[in-house]
């Protein structure tokens, strides 16, 4: 297994929704066979019942962040350090979670160790900043101009509200990322 970074959207339910492409090599099996299934089809943590507790915590907490074990089809065990966020919806509950994890240590076949690396996330997050400014510079000018009135201004507030959130999410895996390359 190469170092990477892998990221899932749940329901509420922690059923996956979307994934990144390469989940293809955690999961041992291609990502659209894994929509609708429970997040332990991916994360086939040695203790399961983990992932369940590890849901709630982010749902009471906001989030959770943490390592845990997950062995794959081939047999191949792996560390993966991750975080948990809730999203929240526009109706003030949680609509889902975000899991993004890294590969922290995989025992292979020869017992080699991959070590993560922080770098490559700070990297993808910067480039999602840039899509994410110019969503919300363009909200802000269209919410300028006069005609803005009525649903078009209170959908163009929320769109602005989402992002400001979305980049707050973005600041939070920034940091993270930043403390994975300090250890």
């Not at 509420?12 to 659209?32: D, H, I, K, W, Y």
């Not at 993004?100 to 240590?105: D, G, H, P, S």
């Not at 919300?136 to 769109?159: H, I, N, P, T, W």
Request: hydrophobic residues 40%.
């Amino acid at each position: 297994m190469v170092s990477s970074w892998y990221v899932l959207i749940l329901n509420r339910e922690g059923l996956v929704t979307l994934t990144s492409p390469n989940v293809e090599q955690l999961a041992g099996c291609a990502p659209s066979e894994l929509y609708g299934r429970p997040v332990t089809a991916v994360l086939a943590d040695r203790s399961a019942f983990e992932i369940p507790r590890i849901l709630e915590s982010a749902r009471l907490r906001g989030r959770w962040e943490g390592e845990i074990v997950h062995r794959s089809r081939n047999g191949d065990e792996a560390r993966l350090r991750g975080m948990v966020i809730s999203v929240i919806g526009a109706d003030k509950q949680i609509a889902g979670f975000s899991v993004i994890t890294t590969l922290k240590e995989s025992k292979e076949a020869g017992g080699e160790s991959v070590l993560e690396d922080g770098a490559r996330l700070r990297t993808l997050l910067h480039e999602l900043n840039n899509p994410l400014a110019a969503v919300m510079g363009f909200s802000q000018l269209v919410m300028m101009d006069k005609s803005c009135e009525g649903a078009l201004r209170s959908y163009m507030e929320k769109l602005f509200a989402e992002v400001l959130r979305m980049t707050e999410i973005v600041e939070e895996l920034r940091s993270y990322a930043i403390s994975l390359q300090q250890k």
